[in-house]
């Protein structure tokens, strides 16, 4: 390790290191987690780069970086009697075959980093009760031993890397028994079909996934906030500690309830990654201050969104945008569609405002009003900016209809559309669903026939239509033969949504808004010249239109920094036992976890798109994105429902504002996790196009009283 340049990866090259490699350190403890490695290698790298910060010990850290002494690095207590500086505790430290030469201790309660030097032996003993079966385990107690006391500014640095390499360890051990258990399921035979084709199965391997997918991400993150010494660095490790160390463990005893029996047995090895993560999780402790950051970062100081400082200035330019013309109502989650005619006007002159200043439609060609200094990124930048002002976002049908117009419509389409869109003259609506089709969008039985005048006649029942009650155009989806593969016999065709024979109806969501709509196509008449793309061209029509979204949840993410701040708001505002609730312990260790779960989701999204720019996007990466986004905000928002409801309010309007926001949310969470695919589907796509799952058996499965009988 010492000649590959491991244990210097955190000390300076004039002691003999490579500098502050933290992100490197982070990748290596998760593969020498994953293969389970015996060797402290993190706690010799955290002790040279101790050693090497202070004057009078600089001099030590090279033999270690050389591995010539052993160094280790321990959270735990020291105790300052007038300057003379003894152990307050004794550690069970693994990954050590002898005493290390020297012992650096860092006292995250009280601030002290002192060393014990040259042979601290006595005292160390094999643990009797060792519970790591991957790691020799020792029992260290110092006694009386006086500390060096080391220069302590960089304390924090050292015990915050010190929580990213365990967090990373324990993410390896967790990968090795996710790889373990999917290979014994996709290997193992039940009924005829492999286990891991049965859907709950592949659920609950799904699960496992973005889990290690998203913590794998934030921990990266914090990486390079840490190695960069950003003032967001703490918040983003206090994050990574909470999410992964408090998830990691039930996910491994989770893999060995789905390895079934010989999960349970000592031959199979998921055990030991378990029994390896949760000495690290008690082996490397965050400090009282960390979890109070946490907490403080929940109630809306956060900086743990990604960012990108090329963009400041387009941000800048978003922001006097909004804050010059943005409506006079404020934006409430699932009550976007105008209550009444002065609304309507007023979004519509929204709508038209994002155009003229390239908050909308700037990716678009140059020739059709788009912005040549157009990039992607200002996508996520726009719906980040109007989400935070809780302003109007440009509607998603219009979005996917201005993506297809320009993709597949004729010259006198675009002529026609295009500028009625960008003036706010059209809304347009997206005619797909159907009662009886779910997500099966190949299924829709909405017929199109071709009339004597040569134009089309539609006829059938859409449903779920947003917007459809003040949309002015539609883009229809339609079978137009019976022949053929039924992908292949689907037609996408342009609406006039005021045409006779349309027919649209209200669909009331749970929170009391007419978002939705069924419309009913009766006999409607379309002219030529109505079809979008070719005839039995409808289906790569519409899977086009789906990629207007690969960057939506990029910006929605954000809702989840509101949600939190919501919370701690409406938290501040509501007592418990006399108190503000925010000061309750369950309430704060909520917070702390909620605030966890979206530093993870955002740390994902910001990769995700990250590599979808680069054009190196992972298959599944879209569909992991809107699952950890809409169930996180659809978990906070339900919390903090219920908090306000079991507990009295006060008649603060921040309080009951907050309060009224949380409802919303919640209320509106559900089209989240079933819109655009319902987190089912989206779990049954990553189990076949991510992990690469076997397909679930055609045949019916033995009946109940059978499998109970295997099962016995």
């Known amino acids: 390790m010492a000649e590959l340049?491991?244990?210097?990866?955190?000390?300076?090259?004039?002691?003999?290191?490579?500098?502050?490699?933290?992100?490197?350190?982070?990748?290596?403890?998760?593969?020498?987690?994953?293969?389970?490695?015996?060797?402290?290698?993190?706690?010799?790298?955290?002790?040279?780069?101790?050693?090497?910060?202070?004057?009078?010990?600089?001099?030590?850290?090279?033999?270690?970086?050389?591995?010539?002494?052993?160094?280790?690095?321990?959270?735990?207590?020291?105790?300052?009697?007038?300057?003379?500086?003894?152990?307050?505790?004794?550690?069970?430290?693994?990954?050590?075959?002898?005493?290390?030469s020297t012992i650096v201790v860092a006292s995250v309660e009280n601030g002290l980093l002192g060393a014990f030097i040259d042979g601290p032996t006595r005292g160390v003993t094999p643990d009797p009760r060792a519970f790591d079966t991957t790691r020799p385990t020792l029992r260290i107690g110092l006694g009386d031993t006086v500390a060096q006391l080391l220069d302590d500014d960089q304390l924090p640095w050292f015990v915050g890397v010190a929580l990213l390499l365990s967090c990373a360890d324990t993410l390896g051990a967790l990968g090795r028994a996710i790889d373990t258990v999917t290979d014994h399921l996709t290997n193992r035979d039940a009924f005829g079909s492999p286990l891991a084709s049965f859907q709950v199965l592949q659920h609950r391997l799904v699960d496992l996934d973005l889990l290690l997918a998203s913590a794998q991400a934030l921990v990266i993150q914090a990486a390079i906030a840490a190695a960069a010494r950003t003032p967001d660095a703490f918040g983003l490790i206090d994050a990574v500690h909470v999410y992964v160390q408090g998830r990691a463990?039930?996910?491994?005893?989770?893999?060995?309830?789905?390895?079934?029996?010989?999960?349970?047995?000592?031959?199979?090895?998921?055990?030991?990654?378990?029994?390896?993560?949760?000495?690290?999780?008690?082996?490397?402790?965050?400090?009282?201050?960390?979890?109070?950051?946490?907490?403080?970062?929940?109630?809306?100081?956060?900086?743990?969104?990604?960012?990108?400082?090329?963009?400041g200035e387009y941000r800048l330019h978003v922001r006097d945008v909004i804050a010059n013309y943005r409506p006079s109502n404020e934006s409430r989650e699932g009550h976007r569609a105008?209550?009444?005619?002065?609304?309507?006007?007023?979004?519509?002159?929204?709508?038209?405002?994002?155009?003229?200043?390239?908050?909308?439609?700037?990716?678009?060609?140059?020739?059709?009003?788009?912005?040549?200094?157009?990039?992607?990124?200002?996508?996520?930048?726009?719906?980040?900016?109007?989400?935070?002002?809780?302003?109007?976002?440009?509607?998603d049908q219009v979005q996917l209809a201005s993506h297809l117009l320009l993709q597949f419509g004729t010259p006198a389409q675009k002529a026609t559309y295009l500028p009625k869109i960008r003036s706010g003259e059209h809304v347009?609506?997206?005619?797909?669903?159907?009662?009886?089709?779910?997500?099966?969008?190949?299924?829709?039985?909405?017929?199109?026939?071709?009339?004597?005048?040569?134009?089309?006649?539609?006829?059938?029942?859409?449903?779920?239509?947003?917007?459809?009650?003040?949309?002015?155009?539609?883009?229809?989806?339609?079978?137009?033969?019976?022949?053929?593969?039924?992908?292949?016999?689907?037609?996408?065709?342009?609406?006039?949504?005021?045409?006779?024979?349309?027919?649209?109806?209200?669909?009331?969501?749970?929170?009391?808004a007419h978002e939705f709509n069924e419309v009913f196509l009766d006999d409607v008449q379309l002219e030529e010249g109505s079809i979008l793309g070719e005839p039995g061209g409808g289906w790569s029509v519409a899977m086009a239109g789906l990629e207007t979204e690969r960057f939506g949840v990029g910006g929605n993410v954000v809702l989840l920094d509101l949600l939190l701040q919501d919370l701690a708001t409406a938290a501040a505002h509501i007592s418990i036992d006399g108190k503000p609730a925010i000061a309750d312990s369950e309430v704060r260790t909520r917070?702390?976890?909620?605030?966890?779960?979206?530093?993870?989701?955002?740390?994902?999204?910001?990769?995700?798109?990250?590599?979808?720019?680069?054009?190196?996007?992972?298959?599944?990466?879209?569909?992991?994105?809107?699952?950890?986004?809409?169930?996180?905000?659809?978990?906070?928002?339900?919390?903090?429902?219920?908090?306000?409801?079991?507990?009295?309010?006060?008649?603060?309007?921040?309080?009951?504002?907050?309060?009224?926001?949380?409802?919303?949310?919640?209320?509106?969470?559900?089209?989240?996790?079933?819109?655009?695919?319902?987190?089912?589907?989206?779990?049954?796509?990553l189990a076949k196009r991510r992990l690469h799952l076997p397909s679930a058996p055609s045949r019916r499965v033995a009946p109940a009283e059978t499998l109970g009988s295997a099962l016995r």
Not at 50 to 65: E, F, H, M, N, Y
Request: with cysteine; net charge negative; glycine share 10%.
């Open 5 to 100: 340049g491991w244990l210097g990866l955190l000390t300076p090259p004039e002691h003999g290191g490579t500098g502050w490699d933290v992100v490197e350190a982070c990748i290596l403890a998760e593969e020498t987690g994953r293969a389970l490695s015996p060797v402290n290698w993190p706690g010799a790298a955290l002790a040279a780069a101790a050693l090497a910060a202070s004057a009078s010990t600089s001099a030590l850290a090279p033999a270690i970086v050389m591995g010539e002494s052993q160094g280790l690095f321990v959270t735990g207590g020291l105790t300052d009697d007038g300057g003379i500086v003894h152990p307050s505790e004794n550690w069970v430290l693994g990954g050590l075959d002898d005493a290390a």
């Open 249 to 311: 463990v039930t996910a491994l005893d989770d893999c060995i309830q789905l390895a079934g029996g010989i999960g349970f047995t000592w031959e199979f090895p998921i055990h030991h990654c378990l029994r390896r993560a949760l000495v690290n999780a008690s082996v490397i402790r965050p400090s009282a201050v960390s979890r109070k950051r946490l907490v403080s970062s929940a109630a809306g100081n956060s900086a743990m969104t990604w960012s990108n400082p090329d963009i």
């Open 338 to 395: 105008p209550h009444d005619e002065r609304e309507e006007t007023e979004l519509r002159a929204w709508y038209r405002t994002l155009y003229e200043h390239g908050l909308a439609g700037a990716g678009w060609p140059v020739e059709w009003g788009g912005s040549p200094d157009h990039r992607v990124l200002h996508e996520v930048v726009v719906t980040e900016e109007l989400i935070r002002a809780r302003a109007p976002r440009p509607l």
């Open 428 to 512: 347009w609506c997206q005619l797909f669903s159907e009662p009886d089709v779910g997500s099966d969008l190949a299924g829709v039985k909405c017929r199109g026939r071709c009339a004597s005048s040569g134009g089309w006649v539609l006829s059938g029942q859409k449903t779920w239509t947003t917007d459809g009650h003040w949309a002015d155009m539609g883009v229809a989806l339609v079978r137009t033969t019976e022949e053929g593969p039924r992908h292949q016999a689907l037609t996408m065709f342009l609406v006039p949504m005021n045409t006779l024979g349309v027919v649209v109806r209200p669909l009331i969501t749970i929170g009391g």
């Open 591 to 685: 917070l702390a976890e909620f605030r966890a779960e979206a530093a993870a989701a955002a740390a994902f999204v910001s990769d995700h798109i990250r590599r979808a720019i680069e054009g190196r996007q992972v298959e599944g990466d879209a569909s992991v994105a809107k699952l950890l986004y809409s169930e996180a905000y659809n978990r906070i928002a339900r919390f903090g429902v219920q908090l306000v409801n079991d507990h009295p309010l006060s008649d603060d309007s921040a309080g009951s504002d907050a309060a009224g926001r949380l409802h919303d949310a919640w209320l509106w969470s559900r089209a989240l996790t079933i819109s655009g695919g319902s987190s089912e589907i989206m779990r049954n796509i």
